[in-house]
C-alpha cells in the first residue's frame, strides 16, 4: 500500500530507520490517521507511567549497543545537552 520494500517497512517499525517524509504522508494515508494521532501519548495518563513506558523500551534494547547510542544521540538533542 506504500510502495516500499517490506523490508524498509520491517527497519522502520522496528525504530532502525525512520521514514522519508514521503514515506510518512504514505504510511499516514494508509492508516488514514493524522501526524498528531500517530505519535500521541494521551493513553500515558502520568509522568510516572511515560517514564516506565520509556525504561520498558530501554531494557528491551539493553544489548544492542547500535540502537542505545541511536537512543543517546536523539536523547542528547532533544535534552539540548549536546
Known amino acids: 500500500m506504500?510502495?516500499?520494500a517490506?523490508?524498509?517497512?520491517?527497519n522502520i517499525e522496528l525504530g532502525i530507520?525512520?521514514?522519508k517524509a514521503e514515506t510518512l504522508e504514505k504510511i499516514l494515508l494508509?492508516?488514514?490517521i493524522t501526524m498528531e494521532k500517530m505519535f500521541e501519548i494521551d493513553h500515558l495518563s502520568s509522568?510516572?507511567?511515560l517514564m516506565d513506558e520509556?525504561?520498558?523500551m530501554l531494557n528491551?534494547?539493553?544489548?544492542?549497543?547500535?540502537?542505545?547510542?541511536?537512543?543517546?544521540r536523539m536523547l542528547k538533542i532533544f535534552t539540548n545537552k549536546v
Not at 517490506?6 to 520491517?10: D, Q, S
Not at 528491551?60 to 547510542?69: F, K, P
Open 47 to 49: 509522568d510516572e507511567e
Open 6 to 10: 517490506p523490508r524498509n517497512l520491517v
Open 60 to 72: 528491551s534494547i539493553r544489548n544492542d549497543r547500535y540502537t542505545l547510542e541511536k537512543v543517546y
Open 54 to 56: 520509556i525504561y520498558l
Open 2 to 4: 506504500i510502495d516500499i
Open 30 to 32: 494508509a492508516l488514514n
Open 17 to 19: 530507520n525512520f521514514p
